[in-house]
C-alpha cells in the first residue's frame, strides 16, 4: 500500500484553492465534503511534488475538481502560521469514524507515518481561480461524499482556517479587480452591461449607481461592443460586450506578474 | 560545529525580504553584498523555524539588517519554480573561492550536508518592507563585505531571481498603494504636500501634475493637516502633514489582511 509519506512532496508545503464562480448573481466557491461522519468541508487542495512549479500542482488541483484546464489562477497569500496543522480536524474525524480507522496508532508503520506527515505544522500557499461556472463540471475524489458550489456568504464551516482563506481570497479581489480586470473571467465570453454591473454589485457586496456603472466600466476601455442581444423587443435590445485581450495589453504599461 | 542541517529549520522553505526605503526622490533597496571574490549581492534571507510564523521569520530578518523593529511588512508573492535553487550560484561561488570552501565535498560529512541542504529546491516567499530610512543603521552579518541601499533603477546584479522578486514587490505596491495608503511608511512622520507627490513619482516613474495631485491626496481623507513647516518665510511656507491611522480605520470598511 503505497501512502502519502512515500510519495515525492515538498514536506510542510501544501496548496489549497479557492475556486470562485458567479451564478445568480452571487459569487460562489466549489467546496468539497468528504465522506466521513460529521460533516467536513474543506478546500480543494493538496501538495507539491518536488519536481513540480507551485502553480502547476495549483492547476492539477483545480483540473481534478473542475475538469478545466485553462482557468484564471493567482497565487494571493501564504497561511504560515507556527501553530497551523490540521491535528484537531484529524483527531475528531478519527474519533467520530473509529470503524473506517479502526485505531490508527495500531495500523503498523505506514499508517503512523501518514497520521504524522498530515499532522505536522504545513506552511500553505493560497490560490484564487476565477472560472465561468457554466463550463465547470464538479468532481469529486473518492474521499468526497459530494461537492457543491457555496454562496459566499452561505459557506459551510470548513476545516481548519480554510474559511478565513475565503474571506482573504474576497479581500485580494476586491483590492485588486479593477487593476488586474480579471473579474471578466467569471462572466460567459459575451454579456450586457447589466450583467458586468450585477457581477460587480457581488463582488463588493453593494449597488453601484446604474448611471455611473457604465461610464467607469467603458473608461477601463478594455471592452469591446458587439451586436444587440437578441430579445425579440429589438428596440430596447442590450449591447452585447466582450473582453479584449488585446486592449487590455495595450492599456498596462507596467505588466503584473506571470 | 553546528551547521545549518542541524538546526530546527522547515525544510525547503525560504523568506527573501525587500527592504524599500525612499530619499533623495528615489526609492532605493537595502542589499548586503556577500564577503566572498566574485561581486555577489543578494536580498536578506533566511529560514523559518519549526515553531517560529513566517511572518516573525520575516521580522526577525528584518531587524538583524534594519535594527528597528516596528516596520511595515507584506507578504506579496511566493517563488514556486521547481527548477528554483542555488546551485548555480554555489557553485560559481566555491570555484572563486576555493582558499575559503577548500574542496567542500572533501570536507566530510557536515559541509557535505550543508551543501546539498542549500542546493536543494526552496520554495521562496517574498516579502517587502517600507521602512524611513532615517530610522534605519544597515546591520552586516559575518557574512557580508557591505550592507547599502541602491535605487531600484541601479540595482547590482543579484543572485538567483532575486532582481526579479524586486521588480515583483514594486508592481505589488504600484498596484495596491492607493487602496493600503502604505506609501507613507517610507516619510518621516511628517511631510509637506510638495514631499508625498515626490514620493509618488517615485514610485511610480512618472510625473504628476502639480494641480491634480493635492486634492487626489486630500480626497483618501487620511491627512492630518498640522502647523506650516518653518521655512524663514512665513508667507509662502507650506503645511505640514501627517498620516492619520484613526481616519484610515474609519475609512476602510473591507479590512486588510492583518
Partial sequence: ?????????????????????????????????????????????????????????????????????????????????????SRAFLDRMIAQNADRFNNPLAEGQRSRMDYDWFTRRFISIGYYALVDMSQVVPQKTDLDESIDWYPVKEMPPMIMDH??????????????????????????????MQEIQELYEAIFDKRFAQNNFPKRILRLNVLERLEKKYTGAANKAPYLYRFSHELQSQLLTNDLFE
Same sequence: chains 1, 2.
Avoid at 460529521?38 to 511534488?49: C, I
Avoid at 474559511?163 to 459575451?190: C, G, H, M, P, Y
Wanted: hydrophobic share 40%.
Fill in 1 to 85: 500500500m503505497e501512502t502519502v509519506s512515500d510519495k515525492n512532496y515538498i514536506e510542510q508545503v501544501s496548496v489549497e484553492c479557492v475556486i470562485l464562480g458567479y451564478q445568480n448573481r452571487q459569487l460562489k466557491v466549489l467546496v468539497p465534503k468528504l465522506s466521513f461522519k460529521g460533516d467536513f468541508w474543506g478546500l480543494p487542495g493538496g501538495f507539491v511534488y518536488q519536481d513540480e512549479d507551485t502553480d502547476e500542482a495549483a492547476r492539477r488541483i483545480l483540473h481534478a475538481r473542475t475538469g478545466i484546464k485553462d482557468v484564471y489562477l493567482e497565487q494571493f497569500q501564504v497561511m504560515g502560521k507556527a501553530n497551523r496543522n
Fill in 163 to 192: 474559511n478565513q482563506i475565503v474571506e482573504n481570497a474576497l479581500t485580494t479581489l476586491r483590492l485588486t479587480v479593477d487593476q488586474k480586470l480579471n473579474a471578466f473571467n467569471l462572466l460567459s465570453e459575451t454579456f450586457t
